[in-house]
């Protein structure tokens, strides 16, 4: 079912059924779109940084980082475009973070596991030092 909800952009009310923001600024980002995409489309463009490209076109660093992650300007025909890695911001073509960030989050991932196998086998170690063992002792338990 549909809300009524606030546009993030512009602040209108609007019902939100299949777009997070109004009519009127998503005819905005698609007008953004389509100058990013003409600019880019002409062949002389086709090798434009990303900076060159949000000069000539006015068009926000952000709108056409989005239009990268959305699928709607691919990278494989403009070379010298990227988008940021989510954690150290350098510039990446694929995935959601560079090299870098990716082989350091793993890294630290099997840092982790490994301290917590460590802690585990400690922990079982432990464990077993402290098994106690109860007898009875007849002689106490008679009583003449």
Do not use: W
């Amino acid at each position: 079912m549909a809300d009524l909800e606030n546009c993030p952009n512009c602040g209108k009310v609007f019902v939100k059924a299949l777009r997070p923001v109004c009519n009127a600024c998503y005819q905005e980002v698609e007008e953004k779109f389509r100058i990013t995409y003409e600019f880019l489309r002409k062949r002389q463009n086709r090798m434009a940084t990303m900076e060159e490209v949000h000069e000539e076109t006015g068009v926000e660093k952000n709108l056409i980082y989005q239009f990268i992650r959305e699928g709607r300007l691919h990278l494989s025909q403009f070379p010298n475009l990227g988008y940021p890695c989510e954690k150290c911001g350098v510039s990446i073509r694929e995935g959601r973070l560079c090299g870098d960030c990716n082989r350091e989050i793993r890294t630290g991932m099997t840092r982790l596991n490994q301290e917590k196998a460590f802690e585990n086998r400690k922990r079982t170690k432990e464990n077993s030092k402290i098994t106690t063992y109860h007898s009875l002792d007849e002689r106490l338990n008679r009583r003449d």
